[in-house]
């Protein structure tokens, strides 16, 4: 016959099952970590899509991937240059071509990512700081990732698709009501219709043609521009 438990060892069960929920919280902000992943699907192009992380731990990798990615025919995996908030942050770093080893003169692309013969792709871009990059990122700030594709490989479909991101500190699951918050973002909506959201199609520097698609219930609809890579 199982015993009642006292007030004080009630009291004692309730307060550890709290403090192992918290932490599981804090694992799970990591920027790797699939549970605080964004899936999108390109405007022009339902086939090819793409994960970043919502909340990127400060001095962590901004783990990225993508399905779809393929040249224009279909035959190869597209060659994506990265670019951090549309371009605006330089690294210090040598990208190198995964494909001619040629290491690249524009440093804005802060890294590159090869995508197998099927188009499915994973890459780990370095958290800029100052001692790999131009940028001095804090916890609070939003910021963005740019995946182009079509001046890396002969033949690659053009693509310039991105999204935003949270910096939080290390371990953070958030506060209450924070834009990165757990709670906050599952009452915005769930994970599908986050997925179906379509990203700004340009960077901000050397664009031109205007198209946008239509974001999901989380962010309303907004022009976005076409920049090559």
């Known amino acids: 016959m199982l015993l009642p438990l006292s ?30 992943a964004d899936d999108y699907t390109s405007p ?17 990798p901004i783990v990225v991937s993508g399905n779809g990615w393929k040249t224009a025919s279909g035959g190869a995996g597209s060659i994506i240059a990265i670019k951090l908030d549309d371009g605006a942050v330089s690294t210090t770093r040598d990208v190198t071509h995964p494909v001619t080893g040629e290491v690249q003169a524009n ?9 197998d013969s099927g ?10 700081t100052s001692a ?12 963005s990732v740019r995946f182009l594709t079509g001046s890396l490989l002969t033949g690659d479909a053009p693509r310039s698709l991105g999204a935003e991101f949270t910096l939080v500190e290390p371990g953070d699951p958030g506060d ?3 834009p ?24 901000r520097s050397r664009c031109s043609a205007r198209t946008w698609a239509t974001a999901s219930t989380r962010s309303p609809t907004r022009p976005a521009t076409t920049c090559s890579g």
């Open 7 to 36: 007030p004080s060892r009630a009291v004692r069960r309730v307060a550890a099952t709290a403090a192992t929920m918290l932490v599981v919280i804090a694992v799970a902000v990591r920027s790797g970590d699939p549970a605080y």
């Open 44 to 60: 022009l192009d339902p086939t090819v899509t793409y994960s970043v992380p919502s909340l990127v731990e400060v001095g962590e």
């Open 119 to 128: 188009g499915a792709w994973t890459a780990e871009v370095p958290f800029p």
């Open 180 to 203: 990165g918050d757990p709670g906050t973002r599952a009452s915005q909506g769930t994970r599908a219709s986050q997925g179906t959201r379509a990203s700004p199609a340009t960077g």
């Open 176 to 178: 209450p009501g924070d």
């Open 132 to 143: 790999n990059s131009d940028a001095n990122w804090a916890a609070g700030q939003t910021h």
């Open 107 to 115: 440093k804005t692309i802060y890294a590159i990512a090869q995508a």
